[in-house]
């Protein structure tokens, strides 16, 4: 029950349009207004007392005032300036990577430091190996789980969700930050195989929205819905860009992974911010005195006058193709994993109990694994992922061939060099443990990224490809005077990025390996090896982003395939749901019950009326149970009793007018019901709309949803100080609605029944409601590429298909996806048929899900009545949350 | 009157919306019709032949037949595949691209030969020096006139104007292909201060148009125009990339130019096509022997240990404020020359007549000043572009200071070196006379870019700068043990990224300049300045591109500017035309035409009725146009005629049914007409619009309009042979029509009047009119900043503003444009007072639009009868093409 309400958690979204409306929910309303009082109470006064302060002393130094009040004015106008906010956030994220990175290499020296001073006794060595990540990775998911279980994981996916326009929960807040900051460092520092740039994404948006809120204190230009978004998307390039010091590569990948339509005026925002943040992060360097200047990460120091031979290229073309295949692979892995874990129910309900079992036991097999003087002897596994890569990015050739016979192996070179193997067994055995231990941490609970292990097996295989090269061509390919040797480290820097590019479907890895390396000399070997991954692992295999999204049961919409030549023939006809309820100009209470009854469809038609079907705009469900709710309500039933008793008898005035003080007092003391109810402009603007207050089923048992809702308020853990107050005033409201209910219900149930049976064959008035004007009409021939096109252009969930003012269907989410996916498997499997076993699993569902909707567009096109998509519908995603 | 003319067909543009609607003009539609038939019948048998021809051979080798035929099936399937085009695109970019380097540097050897030939006779030597580039010049502007004057320029405002959707006409055609090919080979050879990376993202598209026009013949799936959208995006990308030899740099600077919403699925497009040509580019330099292997194009090799100081960065953001500075007055120049140009009337009028005289004369004041042994020696004049750029990369420090006084100025590095002064003064001399020359040379009618003029000028300031630093810290600025020189080549890579950055208001010039040059070990010092010097250019000035849409008047939509705070203010309502025309379902022919005078909107609204307003659709003018004219078309009062004649006197049968014979012919000669008139279903598919054939204001002069046209069709130069069956075939249809009216022009003009009087009071039958049943609709209370987002978005060029389905207003990019433009001078200047007249030009005439759009507003508020917007109205963006 606990994981199943937590998954529902995690599953109630909200979709906020691009245009005409914006809807937030209670609790971060609620939220939101008792920080902003309590900041206006407390934190807000104290920049102001200066000023204030002077006001009251004596007019001396009136010039002077003057002057400090009007520079106080300038730097407030300049602190609403956008590259302001960036440059804050650039400095913030700097010094946060860069004390993460700081802690992170403390905590695994700590790790080096007991592992050397155990070297007397190898057992205590082993304990002191392996207790020390799982303590870090316990207390890190513990952590977690405890303040913010939405710290979980890589954050990209959400982040992607987020960018779309869905508002997902608590996934921006502070106590997310704090969890995922130091989740992360924990689970950094434990030396696992894991990343930290999928949660910089994440930690920089929520760096961001913080630093958005603090800033809207000095001015009012950061509450807007759109801005946010635009400094939303350049919080996520400053996130990579921090990480790696790239600034470039951070900002293509950052647009690759989050967006689907990019707009170029964010552009130079991304740039911006994710410039001078690396540039903060490396000059932290230089004044630690890591570094003597600012230099590349990963510095590389190739031979620039002949960097490869033309004859290397399909050398470099075999790692894409490779890598291609390795990364649909690992995508594949890591989802086997995640749904093995959730099918077993036995393991699950072990694991459940024991939250913290799962991560203890995977360190300790994945230490015990890399324990240096056990199996990690063959597998380097004394280095830390960042020696890791400086050895495979190393310069010189590991494999003794020829003349190099005289190399030595030096530091931390002396790693990969076994006594009784070869490189050779040493990379292979690397490649293969690492390529499932990564796959297996990365669904560990705790804060955590898959691009650095990637990259570095990706690494370790260009190093293979590139050490075998070498020991075949000992003296270079090139036949020419000169001898140009192979530069195994080059192929390593192909391999990281192909790998990387591979696993996460992008081409801008190539520009991040450019940049960690400080060299662009192998650029075009990189790009042709990135592009070959990409085509391959893209025709394979979704990303390991949209995998997660899919896992998460985010909404998303899937990209159109490379051949996508079809969907230009499918039309919107052929996908559109043609018998969608509507709710008309003229109709009653009892058809809009009727409607909510009969659909789960989050948005409404308006139509003229059910003869013409002029479309005239969309209701929110959430609006038509408002509407319902309201009329049926108990404050409605009193105030009739109480007009029928002031007619009835003039006398008894004294209880009636309790009654009407209380209901009075609620409507004010609820801060969100009564704007439901505000004319057109102003709701237009910003309303808040309120799941829990506003039951869907507009049907009488009130008292129930209360209840109910009261409970699921004593349910919450632990309110924090903001919290407690929107939850004070939730309680008082809910006590009053109980309180009053109490008073009023000296009716009987027959005689309630009796009035809403009355109250339901009334007119409906709409002029109360929240009507969006303008929804997204599409016609029937619009192609299912534009559609895709218009869908994701605009984050839209469902569009009206209109054929000259005439409602005639609707296209969702939902059937856009089906149509896509279906055709993607109706299309048939191209020539690859080792590995088509790979995309089973989602084909089979992908029809079985097609034919549901096939039985349930049957089914609806058969009954026309009402009440018949009973619970348990597979309406799922188009739920309104609060159900 | 030949260049107004001229002016107004290169302003002749169709908006093409993304959902709903596809329109084509006639005349690329008849010559594509013609060029299909001429192919199929021609061309296309060939490679058919093998195959039929095995038919009628004897049946031994049956096997092989079905072999051969199912490759040659599989072939052609494969054709259809993106990656197929993309390669075949990236190939044939590649061999352009490589082929006329080639030219171009053979040109450069020939002009370079003969001065060194003639070194005997100053004179001679002079002559020979100025001739040569005048002559290339001339052709070059004289061929491209008469070829195709499409070709002039760069290429980049045309293409970001086509990506917004709109048809620019006769731009992506073979003939400007070879013009612009040949053009630029000898503009480029002339050794004038001109760039080839414009018009190489032109010739990549119309290589891309032809390239999927001929492919369209082995597949059907090149017709699509949203995947023609897509291929150009991709297709820029390969200009720029094939270019430089930098696929990364060249993807996003493509997008940065072109897009203003870019989709991250077409980003491997770029990417993939880009790569691919770029090697081929450079594998074919390595074939020539020019390269030992695959390396950058301007290779620089400074020191990887220590590229820069961190003391040095003040330098390099002084380099990006004042290339900043420096970019925005580039812009501002070119822009100037140009007006002047074209204000100074008798110079106009002179130039006019002798048009190539303007090309020469600027090509001999270049060529005299540049001129090696005159004025040219200070500033290194016998340098080519190429050369110039090699020598300011150089790694040694030219300024002879302290340890440096050994340095000998070496090869081609001598140029700068002047016996009678130092290095500084020709720096400077070569930075102040490039700088006029380029900001000149660009406006000349050539095909020809100003990147690479500008990317030099920037390097020789970067050099500047770098020797100025050098000279200044003989030792450098770092005070350790070790000496670490300050390099002025990484000067200069810095100043040429950010001068190029701030002409073209792009950041990846960043990239361009590390895939140029194979190194990144500058990028925080080039990505600081690329970025200041964009943010100080784009306060000041808008981009290269921008202004030369301005100038030519193309259709754009302006960028939010940086502090865009006041757009969230702004809302629809406050900007929007509230009295517009509309046409409503029920009205009369008569209001068609009362319609048709009264507005000169490109797109009419279709309204239930003028009551309830309620929004159905949207109409285009030429619809209405052709509805009426049918209604009033000779034909049909033939028709009438002779049912009159016929009911009258059954005798006289054989005069009408000539008559009739002839209209039926000429029905079905016209390949446009009877489309226009098809069912609503395959209307909306794809319906060439002939904006020649249907006249919009529907009155009675046919014979008068189809004269014109046929004067039209005859002053047409040098019809090819596709055109030549187009034109055939509109011939004779012209002719028929004018000989039907002839025929049937036996009504007095009295009973024509009283007949088209009747005809007009008659209700329209909107049956046969293809409306547009989704035109997107915007609320009251969207804000600017949503509505910009959505124009740029979508390609609008108008949308409708409807409340709960009722019709209040429209807004059109016009409106749009002068609310963000007014809002931005609105707002007042910023704190920059030596450089705000830079902004007053554009500011004064926006102002002046403003108010003119007041008047017209209060004019249509108070006037509300039709006929008062009159010829010359100020609604010339709307104009319909063909008027």
Chains 1, 2 share one sequence.
């Not at 106080?72 to 400095?91: A, M, P, T």
């Not at 060099?417 to 055995?429: E, G, K």
């Not at 230009?568 to 709710?583: K, P, S």
Request: aromatic share 10%; glycine share 8%.
């Amino acid at each position: 029950m606990a994981s199943e309400s937590e998954a529902q958690r995690a599953l109630q979204y909200e979709q906020t349009l691009m245009y005409g409306r914006y809807t937030q929910d209670l609790g971060t309303f609620a939220k939101d207004e008792a920080a902003r009082l309590r900041l206006q109470e407390g934190d807000a006064a104290v920049p102001r007392r200066p000023s204030e302060l002077l006001e009251y002393t004596q007019g001396r130094c009136a010039p002077c005032r003057v002057c400090a009040l009007q520079c106080q004015r300038f730097l407030i106008s300049k602190v609403g300036e956008d590259w302001v906010f960036l440059i804050l956030l650039g400095l913030v994220m700097a010094l946060v990577s860069w004390a993460m990175d700081f802690a992170i290499a403390t905590c695994l020296q700590a790790q080096k430091w007991m592992y050397g001073g155990l070297d007397t006794n190898v057992l205590l060595q082993y304990m002191a190996w392996v207790t020390y990540p799982t303590v870090l990775i316990t207390f890190s998911a513990g952590f977690t789980q405890i303040l913010a279980p939405q710290a979980v994981g890589s954050g990209i996916p959400e982040m992607k969700t987020i960018l779309r326009g869905v508002v997902l929960k608590e996934y921006l807040t502070f106590k997310t930050f704090v969890a995922k900051v130091i989740g992360l460092t924990c689970a950094l520092g434990s030396g696992m195989p894991l990343g930290k740039e999928g949660p910089f994404v994440h930690i920089a948006s929520m760096c961001a929205t913080l630093l958005s809120r603090f800033l809207s204190l000095f001015g009012g230009f950061y509450e807007n819905e759109a801005r946010n978004i635009e400094m939303l998307a350049a919080a996520c390039a400053v996130g990579v860009g921090c990480c790696f010091a790239a600034p470039i590569g951070g900002v293509l990948f950052s647009i690759e992974v989050t967006s689907t339509f990019f707009a170029v005026r964010n552009y130079w925002r991304g740039f911006f911010a994710a410039t001078f943040s690396a540039f903060i992060f490396r000059v932290l360097a230089v004044w630690n005195k890591d570094e003597e200047t600012i230099t590349a990460l990963f510095k590389t120091r190739f031979r620039l006058d002949f960097p490869f031979d033309l004859q290397e290229l399909p050398a470099f073309a075999v790692i894409g193709i490779a890598s291609g295949f390795g990364g649909a692979l690992f995508v594949y892995l890591n989802r086997k994993i995640v749904q093995f874990m959730r099918r077993q129910k036995t393991i699950n309900r072990f694991l459940m109990k024991k939250r913290l079992l799962f991560p203890a036991l995977v360190t300790l097999i994945i230490s015990t694994l890399t324990f240096p003087p056990g199996f990690g002897q063959f597998m380097a596994g004394q280095l830390t992922q960042k020696d890791t890569l400086v050895t495979l990015f190393d310069n010189q050739t590991w494999a003794k061939q020829g003349i190099n016979d005289e190399f030595e192996y030096l530091g931390i070179l002396e790693a990969w060099l076994h006594p009784r193997s070869n490189v050779f067994v040493t990379l292979v055995v690397f490649i293969l443990m690492k390529f499932w231990m990564s796959a297996l941490a990365t669904t560990i609970p705790v804060p955590c990224g898959a691009f650095m292990p990637v990259f570095v097996i990706g690494a370790a295989f260009g190093r293979l490809v590139g050490e075998s090269m070498a020991a075949w061509f000992p003296d270079g390919i090139h036949t020419d005077s000169n001898i140009y040797r192979i530069v195994p480290g080059g192929y390593a820097v192909v391999g990281a990025a192909a790998l990387s590019g591979a696993v996460t479907h992008t081409v801008s890895t190539a520009v991040i390996v450019f940049e960690l390396t400080g060299q662009i000399s192998h650029i075009l070997p990189v790009m042709i090896a990135v592009i070959l991954a990409n085509a391959v692992a893209q025709s394979l295999q979704p990303s390991l982003y949209d995998s997660i999204i899919r896992i998460k049961k985010l909404p998303y919409l899937p990209e159109l395939g490379w051949g996508h030549h079809e969907k230009y023939n499918v039309q919107v006809e052929d996908i559109m749901v043609r018998d969608i309820r509507y709710v008309t100009l003229n109709c009653k209470y009892r058809d809009l019950q009727q409607v909510l009854h009969s659909t789960k469809m989050k948005n409404l038609p308006l139509v003229e009326s059910a003869e013409s079907m002029i479309l005239l705009g969309s209701i929110e469900r959430t609006q038509v149970g408002a509407l319902l709710s309201s009329q049926l309500s108990p404050q409605r039933r009193v105030m009739t009793l109480r007009q029928k008793a002031l007619s009835e008898d003039g006398h008894r005035l004294s209880d009636p007018s309790i009654r009407f003080q209380i209901s009075t007092e609620t409507s004010s003391g609820t801060p969100a019901r009564p704007a439901l109810r505000k004319p057109l402009k102003p709701a237009l603007k910003r309303v808040p709309s309120s799941p829990a207050d506003s039951p869907p089923a507009g049907s009488a048992d009130h008292a129930g949803i209360a209840l109910k809702s009261l409970f699921c308020a004593n349910a919450a853990t632990e309110p924090t100080e903001a919290q407690g107050t929107a939850y004070q005033k939730a309680k008082r409201v809910r006590i009053s609605i109980v309180e009053e209910m109490i008073l009023g219900d000296k009716m009987t149930p027959a005689e309630i029944l009796e009035w809403e049976e009355q109250q339901l064959d009334q007119l409906v008035d709409f002029s109360s409601a929240k009507i969006d004007p303008a929804p997204f009409q599409l016609v029937e021939h619009t192609s299912l590429h534009k559609t895709h096109t218009i869908f994701s252009l605009l984050g839209l969930d469902h569009a009206f298909v209109t054929s000259i003012g005439r409602l005639v269907g609707m296209v969702s989410l939902k059937e856009l996806r089906k149509a896509i996916e279906g055709s993607l498997t109706g299309k048939g499997v191209k020539v690859r048929p080792p590995l088509a076993s790979f995309r089973d699993s989602t084909a089979s569902t992908t029809e079985a899900d097609t034919t549901a909707l096939r039985q349930l567009w049957d089914r609806h096109q058969h009954h026309h009545m009402p009440r018949e998509a009973g619970p348990g519908g597979d309406d799922d995603d188009n739920t309104p949350k609060g159900q």
